[in-house]
């Protein structure tokens, strides 16, 4: 029951509001507001003053000694241009893509097939399904730190497994060429509950009489899927990749905690990069560090924007 | 009926796959030292040992202690500002009202390390860093947004019809909240209380930058200097991340349909 409502979206919940009569609205709208005063508050400042903050620190040169003073100099853009110059740059925006897009892709193949395979009502479907969850609610220090010993050089059973078929011990965690698939690995895994969990609720939305009109029509199981079933599962597969997105873009916790974001920047994305910049050496360089984090901002806003559009159409 | 068998039986093989690591982290955790770079490893716990779960008990439950502290706290700090913006989001609809949930919407999407560099900046300067009050003011960052979306969706589900008899009775907006909205609303402050205190015992972002030096510091720090410090005792890390997980692993059995339902929030209309 509660699943009914909770679907339901809010962002068309205020929108609803014609039924009133335009005579009651005023004072209505301040008893809102006074109920609305701690979330205001709340974003206010917690969210606009960090981001303000932030904002400011990128377009200021800080040293240790001006962060805590406050009297950094202001310096435009230079922070910005010093990133883009920064021979870091280029590998940190390409693994970023190859990381949030090789993962999405995984891991939406992989959620698809399974909400299909456990579509069909079958005895245990609701028990596996629902411990199908568990590595989406570990916590991520779990998880990173379970992968980083089961990817053991040495006495991982990754490679003792790869072993047993005649391949040769791969250095997941500490070869430049294997890191960035490790985290991959590891965050595609992580991801499949979820991308099962909001297709299976899509599948269950599709009514049964268009499965068995096809069924009629002679139409195989594969034809049915690709010809049916896909194309009306667009709206939420659509919805699914554009939240995968903006959820994967910001993933730090797992990348820093296997690998740091090395070997030699091997692994590094601009959530590490930014996190380094800032956090990781013994001299902090906020402003660049700040510079990098609005970039990633601005990646996840413009999907984030596309996501929200979608989910309009979806429900005008 | 052998169909249904043949289904069952896949998706036994499916689930045992996915939850291989899982399996891994509870094997290694008992998995004596001795044994845990041996070839073939051991891949059933036979002949094992406590000794990681004794060094949880010895080392790590100050951590676990202030998690718990600083995740119920969150859970307070979380319902005590989205109920009542659900509230009036659902069922005052002021004017702006969806402009804010536009805003907070756009909230949920801002990476937490950027969140975290800029509270750093204001911590330091108002001498709250490595404090618990900061880490759980940062940490509901992550659900306040959720949770006012979560109330929101359920509270407009609720009858006009049992608010407007409450207020012909007399009673204020407040004590309608009070004693009619927040009662009915259980099972979304259930769904919004399991989420906020499920993503504050796993923060690791805000707890590494803005707690990285305080006296109390939740268990994914507690982890986390496990695995920079003694590098070898890999059963006593296995067995404090299988201790951190207990809190997932009960939510999932006692309240499985809520979590099913914080998954697919806003991602799907029936």
């Known amino acids: ?316 | 009926m052998t169909k249904q068998h043949a289904k069952g039986g896949l998706a036994l093989i499916f689930t045992a796959i996915m939850l291989f690591p899982v399996y891994w982290m509870i094997n290694v955790s008992f998995t004596k030292d001795t044994n845990m770079r041996s070839d073939p490893p051991h891949l059933f716990p036979f002949d094992g040992t406590l000794e990681g779960y004794r060094a949880v008990v010895d080392q790590q439950m100050p951590y676990l202690g202030t998690s718990l502290f600083i995740g119920l706290g969150t859970v307070l700090l979380t319902l005590a500002i989205s109920a009542p913006a659900g509230y009036a989001l659902a069922k005052l609809r002021p004017k702006g009202g969806g402009t804010l949930s536009f805003v907070l919407l756009i909230a949920q999407m801002i990476p937490g390390i950027i969140m975290a560099m800029g509270f750093y900046a204001i911590y330091l300067r108002l001498g709250v860093l490595n404090t618990i009050p900061g880490l759980i003011l940062a940490d509901s960052t992550i659900a306040v947004p959720f949770g006012v979306l979560i109330f929101t969706a359920f509270m407009s589900g609720i009858p006009d019809e049992l608010i407007n008899a409450a207020l012909i009775d007399g009673a204020s907006k407040w004590r309608t909240f009070l004693s009619v909205i927040l009662p009915l609303s259980r099972n979304a402050i259930v769904t919004v209380s399991l989420f906020a205190f499920l993503w504050a015992w796993s923060d690791f972002v805000f707890a590494t930058t803005l707690d990285g030096g305080g006296d109390a510091q939740p268990i994914t720090l507690g982890i986390y200097q496990y695995i920079g410090n003694n590098n070898q005792q890999w059963n006593a890390i296995m067995a404090t991340a299988v201790v951190a997980s207990i809190p997932a692993t009960l939510l999932l059995i006692l309240a499985q349909r809520y979590v099913a339902a914080g998954v697919t929030a806003g991602a799907v209309k029936d």
């Open chain 1, 1 to 316: 029951m509660a699943h009914e409502v909770m679907t339901r979206v809010p962002a068309s919940a205020p929108a609803g509001a014609g039924a009133r009569s335009p005579r009651r609205r005023k004072p209505g709208n301040w008893a809102a507001w006074a109920f609305l005063a701690p979330v205001v508050i709340y974003l206010l400042a917690f969210y606009a003053y960090p981001l303000y903050r932030n904002l400011d620190l990128s377009l200021r040169h800080y040293t240790v000694r001006s962060f805590v003073q406050g009297d950094a100099p202001f310096s435009g853009l230079d922070n910005y241009r010093d990133v883009f110059a920064d021979r870091a740059f280029g590998p940190a925006l390409l693994h970023t893509l190859t990381f949030t897009f090789v993962s999405i892709a995984f891991q939406f193949a992989i959620g698809l097939a399974l909400a299909v395979f456990f579509a069909q009502n079958f005895k245990l479907s609701a028990t596996l399904r629902a411990l199908f969850l568990v590595p989406w609610l570990l916590p991520l220090i779990v998880s990173a730190s379970t992968w980083s010993w089961m990817l053991n050089s040495d006495s991982g059973i990754v490679n003792h497994a790869l072993g047993l078929v005649g391949v040769d011990p791969v250095n997941w965690l500490t070869s430049p060429d294997w890191a960035l698939t490790s985290v991959i690995i590891a965050n595609i895994w992580i991801g499949i509950p979820f991308n099962l969990v909001v297709l299976y609720s899509g599948l269950q939305a599709i009514p049964a009489e268009v499965h068995e009109a096809a069924a009629i029509d002679g139409a195989t199981n594969w034809q049915r899927f690709w010809q049916v079933t896909f194309p009306l599962l667009r709206p939420v597969s659509a919805i699914t990749l554009l939240l995968g997105l903006v959820y994967t873009l910001k993933v730090f916790d797992l990348i820093w905690i296997m690998t740091k974001g090395g070997p030699a920047d091997a692994s590094t994305t601009f959530a590490t990069w930014s996190y380094r910049l800032g956090f990781g050496n013994l001299l902090p360089q906020f402003g660049p560090g700040a510079a990098v984090g609005n970039l990633l901002i601005l990646m996840a806003l413009f999907f984030g924007l596309l996501y929200i559009r979608f989910q309009k159409r979806l429900n005008p």
